[in-house]
């Protein structure tokens, strides 16, 4: 965007406050500048403003065609694609207000979104969702169509619920040309105060709860935080990969690319995602704390499976890397020798690695959505990527942001020129932001339960320290009491245990009617996999594996080196590799990947139990559903294993 035409703060806020708004703004002054690409069949597809904004004009008015009103709600059920954009902006501009779902949803999950928002359209993705809604359609009374945009599949259906994107498309042009002013009217209607999106909670206490967000809390919100990070009016690149469903997402992705005019690019698909990564290299990148686990997990062993040589210099130049970031983030002066010796590590192997990460033009990078080992945030240091621990929630915006240059792994940084966050007697985070949500959808009372004397109360147990960085140790409800009355708490050591290239997840167990800490882990089985396979270790399936001398071995090394950063009563004592992963489908994690503490430890209770008795094995029975639509259960040995002291 050239000098001229950038929007300024006045702007946004007095005359272009809505997304559709800033959507015409971007096609009447630059219709022909690239505004999001998508890759497809290996090629990067680029969408200029004017395609994105004629799209989202046709795609509203077939929409209004159809019946949608002012306020109605629509869900939106898929992948992060372009289409999502075209839809939702497109629901917004009718005045209606969209609803975002994950692509991986069970179909009672659909019907309890769909039914709870009292959505009267669904825009799908494929034939997978459509199959998904169409299992429960009769106990939808309230749904008048489900459009679908990828039709792959789905040519032979017969059902009056279904109609293509294209079709309403081609409906909404041929409604243009006998209407043409509503489209502009039904804009220039919208208010910062309308509700844009419903974003779901994650509901890991409890069913998942529709958090109203307005355009205040999205462009102005978004405006601020671009200006505060000093992304606004960039033209970064972005690439966008958590789902849209999720309210950071809404922010920095659909949002930033209208306040922000960054370009957006949507991978081919999930498999493809890292190496689509690399393509793009993006300037502003988001990811979820999973994510950079799992970006972790692969550098280490990837140097393991390394040459010789390589190990070697990757174990010679690591420490130089993490030496200087520790510096910084204490913000002294890195001498001259130092700075000369990082040069030489970061051109001899941080910035290969960089390259092969897509990271090599990263400005920014936010982590979201959950707390991180503060060892994974210093690794990325060491490459020179300051990865920043954002916090905030749904309901109350970002709250804290890392100041770049002084990033110091344990903190969420201090808190952001919009937002007041104060501690309570408990120890719980309270807070207060100038872009609120507007309340959860239908749950009055649930929205008043959440506030204390006008502050929100966030539910995490926390601390600020002497410079005013907020440090966040885990939820209230998660921090647990040991027979002794000392309490510990089991994110802490979850999430330094994640930092581990074997283990992918992990349940800390404790109590007060338990004498020390335990632990159930799933391996990262592509990891411990190729651990196998180069000890010449055989195995068949993920229990086999899991059960192994030689992994369990493995598995106990990684909890004794965590355990040396803990003190004596929080120390790990006996743990158990599950013969399975925890998985959303099976509603042991949420859809963000949180992990849902009390439903897992109701589910493996007896397991539980083993571990603090005195038995050296137990015999899990599992339910196990065939292709064939049978079912039947399995019975397998899993090992209670100590961790010498």
Same mark, same amino acid.
């Given at each position: 965007?050239?000098?001229?035409?950038?929007?300024?703060?006045?702007?946004?806020?007095?005359?272009?406050?809505?997304?559709?708004?800033?959507?015409?703004?971007?096609?009447?002054?630059?219709?022909?500048?690239?505004?999001?690409?998508?890759?497809?069949?290996?090629?990067?597809?680029?969408?200029?403003?004017?395609?994105?904004?004629?799209?989202?004009?046709?795609?509203?008015?077939?929409?209004?065609?159809?019946?949608?009103?002012?306020?109605?709600?629509?869900?939106?059920?898929? /992948?992060?694609?372009?289409?999502?954009?075209?839809?939702?902006?497109?629901?917004?501009?009718?005045?209606?207000?969209?609803?975002?779902?994950?692509?991986?949803?069970?179909?009672?999950?659909?019907?309890?979104?769909?039914?709870?928002?009292?959505?009267?359209?669904?825009?799908?993705?494929?034939?997978?969702?459509?199959?998904?809604?169409?299992?429960?359609?009769?106990?939808?009374?309230?749904?008048?169509?489900?459009?679908?945009?990828?039709?792959?599949?789905?040519?032979?259906?017969?059902?009056?619920?279904?109609?293509?994107?294209?079709?309403?498309?081609?409906?909404?042009?041929?409604?243009?040309?006998?209407?043409?002013?509503?489209?502009?009217?039904?804009?220039?209607?919208?208010?910062?105060?309308?509700?844009?999106?419903?974003?779901?909670?994650?509901?890991?206490?409890?069913?998942?709860?529709?958090?109203?967000?307005?355009?205040?809390?999205?462009?102005?919100?978004?405006?601020?935080?671009?200006?505060?990070?000093?992304?606004?009016?960039?033209?970064?690149?972005?690439?966008?990969?958590?789902?849209?469903?999720?309210?950071?997402?809404?922010?920095?992705?659909?949002?930033?690319?209208?306040?922000?005019?960054?370009?957006?690019?949507?991978? /081919?698909?999930?498999?493809?995602?890292?190496?689509?990564?690399?393509?793009?290299?993006?300037?502003?990148?988001?990811?979820?704390?999973?994510?950079?686990?799992?970006?972790?997990?692969?550098?280490?062993?990837?140097?393991?499976?390394?040459?010789?040589?390589?190990?070697?210099?990757?174990?010679?130049?690591?420490?130089?890397?993490?030496?200087?970031?520790?510096?910084?983030?204490?913000?002294?002066?890195?001498?001259?020798?130092?700075?000369?010796?990082?040069?030489?590590?970061?051109?001899?192997?941080?910035?290969?690695?960089?390259?092969?990460?897509?990271?090599?033009?990263?400005?920014?990078?936010?982590?979201?959505?959950?707390?991180?080992?503060?060892?994974?945030?210093?690794?990325?240091?060491?490459?020179?990527?300051?990865?920043?621990?954002?916090?905030?929630?749904?309901?109350?915006?970002?709250?804290?942001?890392?100041?770049?240059?002084?990033?110091?792994?344990?903190?969420?940084?201090?808190?952001?020129?919009?937002?007041?966050?104060?501690?309570?007697?408990?120890?719980?985070?309270?807070?207060?932001?100038?872009?609120?949500?507007?309340?959860?959808?239908?749950?009055?009372?649930?929205?008043?339960?959440?506030?204390?004397?006008?502050?929100?109360?966030?539910?995490?147990?926390?601390?600020?320290?002497?410079?005013?960085?907020?440090?966040?140790?885990?939820?209230? /409800?998660?921090?647990?009491?040991?027979?002794?009355?000392?309490?510990?708490?089991?994110?802490?050591?979850?999430?330094?245990?994640?930092?581990?290239?074997?283990?992918?997840?992990?349940?800390?167990?404790?109590?007060?009617?338990?004498?020390?800490?335990?632990?159930?882990?799933?391996?990262?089985?592509?990891?411990?996999?190729?651990?196998?396979?180069?000890?010449?270790?055989?195995?068949?399936?993920?229990?086999?594996?899991?059960?192994?001398?030689?992994?369990?071995?493995?598995?106990?090394?990684?909890?004794?080196?965590?355990?040396?950063?803990?003190?004596?009563?929080?120390?790990?004592?006996?743990?158990?590799?599950?013969?399975?992963?925890?998985?959303?489908?099976?509603?042991?994690?949420?859809?963000?990947?949180?992990?849902?503490?009390?439903?897992?430890?109701?589910?493996?209770?007896?397991?539980?139990?083993?571990?603090?008795?005195?038995?050296?094995?137990?015999?899990?029975?599992?339910?196990?559903?065939?292709?064939?639509?049978?079912?039947?259960?399995?019975?397998?040995?899993?090992?209670?294993?100590?961790?010498?002291?």
């Amino acid at each position: 965007m050239t000098p001229q035409t950038r929007l300024s703060q006045e702007q946004i806020e007095m005359e272009y406050n809505t997304l559709p708004k800033l959507l015409r703004y971007h096609y009447e002054q630059h219709p022909d500048h690239v505004a999001l690409r998508e890759k497809r069949r290996g090629v990067w597809k680029s969408c200029t403003w004017h395609t994105f904004y004629e799209k989202t004009r046709y795609l509203c008015l077939g929409l209004v065609s159809l019946g949608l009103q002012p306020n109605d709600k629509v869900t939106i059920l898929g /992948e992060s694609k372009p289409e999502w954009l075209y839809a939702e902006l497109a629901v917004q501009a009718a005045g209606g207000i969209a609803v975002g779902l994950f692509s991986d949803c069970t179909a009672s999950e659909v019907k309890y979104y769909v039914e709870d928002s009292e959505s009267v359209f669904i825009i799908a993705h494929d034939q997978e969702q459509v199959d998904k809604v169409l299992l429960v359609e009769n106990e939808l009374p309230l749904l008048k169509k489900v459009i679908y945009w990828d039709s792959k599949g789905l040519w032979n259906y017969e059902n009056s619920l279904l109609v293509s994107f294209n079709e309403v498309l081609k409906t909404g042009k041929e409604f243009d040309e006998s209407y043409p002013e509503i489209f502009d009217r039904n804009i220039d209607k919208g208010q910062s105060d309308d509700i844009a999106v419903i974003c779901y909670t994650s509901g890991t206490t409890g069913k998942p709860k529709g958090a109203k967000l307005n355009y205040r809390f999205l462009v102005h919100g978004t405006m601020q935080w671009a200006g505060f990070d000093d992304w606004m009016g960039k033209r970064y690149e972005y690439l966008s990969f958590i789902p849209l469903a999720i309210s950071i997402e809404q922010q920095l992705g659909l949002a930033g690319s209208l306040v922000a005019e960054m370009k957006i690019n949507f991978p /081919e698909k999930p498999e493809t995602a890292q190496a689509d990564f690399r393509e793009i290299a993006p300037d502003v990148l988001l990811y979820a704390a999973r994510m950079w686990e799992m970006i972790s997990r692969t550098i280490q062993v990837k140097m393991i499976d390394s040459t010789w040589a390589r190990r070697v210099i990757y174990r010679l130049f690591l420490p130089i890397g993490l030496k200087v970031a520790r510096t910084k983030s204490e913000r002294k002066k890195v001498s001259f020798f130092w700075r000369a010796m990082n040069l030489l590590a970061y051109h001899s192997v941080f910035r290969q690695l960089r390259d092969n990460l897509g990271l090599v033009n990263a400005k920014i990078a936010y982590s979201g959505g959950a707390a991180i080992s503060p060892d994974i945030i210093q690794l990325f240091l060491a490459m020179n990527v300051e990865v920043k621990l954002v916090y905030g929630s749904t309901e109350t915006f970002v709250l804290t942001i890392p100041v770049s240059g002084e990033i110091r792994p344990e903190t969420s940084g201090p808190v952001v020129p919009w937002a007041q966050v104060k501690i309570s007697d408990e120890g719980e985070i309270l807070a207060k932001s100038k872009y609120m949500f507007s309340g959860y959808y239908n749950n009055a009372s649930a929205s008043q339960n959440k506030f204390k004397d006008g502050w929100y109360r966030t539910g995490d147990f926390g601390h600020i320290d002497n410079d005013r960085h907020l440090i966040v140790i885990d939820r209230m /409800e998660d921090l647990k009491p040991l027979a002794g009355g000392k309490k510990f708490s089991p994110q802490y050591n979850e999430v330094r245990l994640r930092f581990s290239p074997f283990i992918k997840d992990v349940l800390v167990i404790g109590g007060e009617t338990r004498r020390f800490v335990t632990a159930v882990v799933n391996i990262d089985m592509n990891n411990v996999g190729q651990f196998a396979e180069r000890k010449g270790i055989p195995y068949t399936t993920y229990n086999d594996l899991s059960q192994k001398a030689e992994v369990i071995e493995l598995v106990r090394n990684e909890i004794t080196q965590v355990n040396r950063l803990l003190p004596d009563h929080a120390r790990i004592s006996k743990f158990a590799n599950l013969y399975k992963e925890f998985d959303a489908d099976d509603a042991e994690l949420t859809r963000t990947r949180k992990l849902k503490r009390t439903v897992v430890e109701e589910r493996y209770k007896d397991l539980i139990e083993a571990l603090y008795g005195d038995e050296k094995e137990y015999i899990a029975e599992a339910s196990v559903a065939y292709r064939d639509g049978r079912s039947g259960i399995i019975k397998t040995s899993i090992k209670l294993e100590t961790v010498e002291e």
